[in-house]
């Protein structure tokens, strides 16, 4: 089986984290030459894929770079950014194929790690023979390093990081690729090691429960578990926060001069927005497969993103499905993030199980007024918890238990908290029969 174990490193030393800042920098720059080299060759093509695109001088920067990083790591920088070109054409070309629904957007071609005046992107990429792991009470992680930065650091041997935190998969039959990036949300230096271990090995605690997800524009996650519980992350504040700072771009940008397009703030705006929704994402991520890692789950199902566009087609929504919560990033992390704790991510199709009725299964008498679904028949309940029910229910063969009352969380630019909503008392009914299931709060709470 194919796990990740991901974990936060520290230097041992100002000057190994110095060391550590100028190696990371280092493999920005190789990635942007090589990248632009190619880039300019896809442009010169007018767009279409060709042999020249790989043929960029690799072999010219590879000498350039080895001595800072060493052979192995500059060949695997380059290795890994023919990986994103190709990975960028093969979506292309599923693009442009009527009958491959997987890609909806029009794909772009790879990006730049920053740039030197602005700041690059700090990370790097390890060959599995380059790094050594090891686990316990000095739990450590030891890189190779070229001669070049040796010498400027009077530095022998590896450098030697120390990890925080315990592993997921400490026992392993072998290592993949490490990554190792600078987190400049939470200003951490982070390692994922892919890794493959025994198929014997027992993924979760109970390994048999199913979760599915309801991936929304105000609320950003709806989850039902087979376990009877259910999670909502909220999102309304973020997103005002994102269009406020999207207001502020739009604002400095008709103030510029005629000709030009951006400026030194305006791009600090950008950063500061994208880097704000990056970590919302990342903790929502964490937060949620830790708890159903606890629970058991094995599976979770998501909704594909056209299923996404044929639910919500307003304007507003579509900049919080697209812009703001960036779907397709978001469940590349999710899935990203899932591997680690051995939980599978299947996409099905979740079409119309937000107008679903769970009582009657009506889909076009039923109402929507902001969070709350209605329905003819006498149902009242939670627009998105009853539509991540209604895809549990139709994807899984094992009954869905009775909800308890849904736990949920507000993002508070660290953590995502349980609100105090999640503790008021349940709405009385006067009308018994509206309640669609005992016990069910995704649809006795509107």
Same mark, same amino acid.
């Given at each position: ?20 800042? %100028? ?27 060709? +042999? ?9 920067? $590879? ?17 890994? =950014? ?7 054409? $093969? ?28 700041? @690059? ?26 001669? $070049? ?18 592993? =997921?998969?400490?026992?392993? +039959?072998? !290592? ?6 600078? %987190? ?8 994922? !090691? ?5 198929? +014997? ?16 524009? =105000? ?23 994102? @269009? ?45 497969? $830790? ?14 993103? *056209? ?9 507003? *929504? ?10 397709? !990033?978001? /469940? +590349? ?40 679904? /209605? ?10 918890? *009853? ?46 029969? *509206? ?12």
């Amino acid at each position: 089986m194919k796990r990740t174990n991901t974990f936060a490193v520290r230097p041992l030393s100002d000057n190994g984290e110095r060391l550590l800042r %100028d190696l990371l920098d280092a493999s920005a720059a190789l990635w942007n030459e090589v990248n632009y080299g190619r880039l300019m060759r896809y442009n010169d093509e007018g767009g279409y894929e060709n +042999e020249d695109v790989w043929d960029a001088d690799t072999g010219r920067l $590879e000498g350039k770079y080895k001595g800072v990083l060493g052979a192995s790591t500059a060949q695997q920088v380059i290795r890994k =950014n023919s990986e994103a070109w190709r990975g960028f054409f $093969e979506n292309k070309k599923a693009y442009h194929d009527e009958s491959d629904t997987s890609v909806t957007e029009h794909p772009e071609p790879p990006g730049f790690w920053g740039n030197k005046d602005e700041g @690059r992107k700090l990370h790097t990429v390890i060959r599995n023979t380059s790094y050594t792991v090891e686990w316990g009470d000095r739990s450590r992680l030891e890189i190779l390093v070229g001669s $070049e930065l040796k010498d400027r650091y009077d530095h022998t041997g590896r450098l030697r990081l120390e990890i925080t935190g315990d592993p =997921n998969w400490p026992e392993y +039959e072998k !290592q993949g690729r490490l990554d190792l990036w600078y %987190d400049e949300t939470d200003s951490t230096f982070r390692a994922s !090691q892919p890794v493959t271990v025994s198929d +014997e090995i027992r993924d979760t605690p109970l390994a048999d429960e199913k979760a599915a997800l309801d991936i929304g524009a =105000n609320n950003l996650v709806a989850c039902t578990t087979t376990t009877g519980k259910q999670y909502l992350y909220e999102g309304r504040e973020l997103f005002q926060r994102f @269009r406020d700072t999207t207001r502020e771009i739009a604002r400095l940008q008709s103030k510029l001069d005629e000709g030009r397009y951006s400026s030194k703030r305006i791009r600090r705006l950008y950063q500061k927005r994208t880097r704000r929704r990056d970590h919302a994402q990342e903790a929502l991520c964490r937060d949620l497969l $830790e708890r159903l890692y606890a629970e058991g789950v094995d599976t979770l199902y998501i909704g594909g993103l *056209t299923d996404v566009l044929d639910t919500h087609w307003s304007v507003e *929504t579509n900049a919080k499905t697209h812009n703001f919560w960036a779907f397709k !990033q978001f /469940t +590349e992390r999710l899935v990203c993030t899932a591997e680690e704790y051995g939980i599978t991510v299947e996409v099905r199709s979740e079409a119309w199980t937000s107008q679903e009725c769970p009582q009657c299964g009506s889909t076009d008498r039923t109402t929507r007024h902001q969070d709350t679904l /209605t329905c003819p028949c006498g149902f009242e309940g939670h627009a998105d918890l *009853t539509a991540s029910e209604t895809f549990l229910e139709r994807h899984t063969e094992e009954a869905v238990r009775p909800m308890a009352r849904p736990v949920r969380f507000e993002w508070d630019d660290h953590d995502w908290s349980e609100s105090p909503r999640s503790h008021r008392p349940k709405e009385q009914r006067t009308d018994p029969s *509206t309640v669609h299931r005992d016990g069910n709060v995704a649809s006795g709470e509107s």
